[in-house]
């Protein structure tokens, strides 16, 4: 079964983007910050991604090279909302809409047992990440933390109301102070899980 991954940039106080989805304070040294941060290692160990509508809406009105066009996308379309047409195009999305008498969990891991070559990242906003939480789903989560307060904006965690515990895998810290951390489950959570 594929795991489910998250890549995220969070700022000091752990705000994912400003109220508006704006990322413009995301530095990169060539103005595409997916090419860097270890994002390059990252897409390597996944070949599916899964967002919520409104990901796929502010995905779609930024004009950051987004590196995800090998990538099968799936779009989460809750309670029959029609998904917004492509503003431009962001890979091979495919609208998912999840029903009453079939979750976003159930969808998802059907989605984890399709086979391929690599893992699923989760690119959803807080709601999408802390609903997944709220059940155990993710298996990995990525965070490259950026030197800047931005005073307000959208929490990339949400309140999810439970407490987990994570082990930290790796991390790099990068010249402009930017960290990034691998976290993956602790053992006493896969134990008690």
């Known amino acids: 079964m594929k795991k489910l991954k998250i890549f995220a940039f969070v700022s000091i106080d752990g705000y994912s ?3 508006n989805g704006d990322i413009d304070w995301v530095p990169s040294p060539n103005s595409n910050p997916f090419d860097h941060y270890g994002m390059p290692e990252f ?3 996944i070949d599916t991604i899964v967002m919520n509508r409104m990901q796929n809406i502010l995905l779609q009105s930024h004009s950051v090279n987004w590196p995800i066009a090998d990538k099968t996308c ?4 809750y309670r029959g909302q ?7 195009s962001v890979g ?3 609208s998912l809409t999840v029903d009453d008498t079939r979750g976003p969990l159930e969808r998802i891991r059907d989605i984890q047992l399709i086979g391929g070559r690599g893992d699923v990242w989760v690119m959803g906003d ?3 990440t802390a609903y997944l939480l709220q059940y155990d789903m993710i298996d990995e989560i ?3 933390r950026l030197p800047v307060l931005l005073g307000s904006g959208l929490s990339f965690f949400g309140d999810f109301g439970i407490e987990t515990h994570w082990r930290v895998d790796n991390y790099n810290k990068y010249d402009n102070g930017a960290i990034l951390t691998r976290y993956s489950k602790s053992m006493m959570e896969i134990a008690t899980a």
């Open 142 to 144: 990525n965070i490259v």
């Open 43 to 45: 897409l390597e160990s």
């Open 92 to 94: 091979g999305l495919r």
């Open 126 to 128: 807080h709601r999408l």
């Open 74 to 77: 799936y779009v989460l379309s």
């Open 17 to 19: 983007s400003r109220i």
């Open 82 to 88: 029609p998904l917004a047409p492509p503003v431009k």
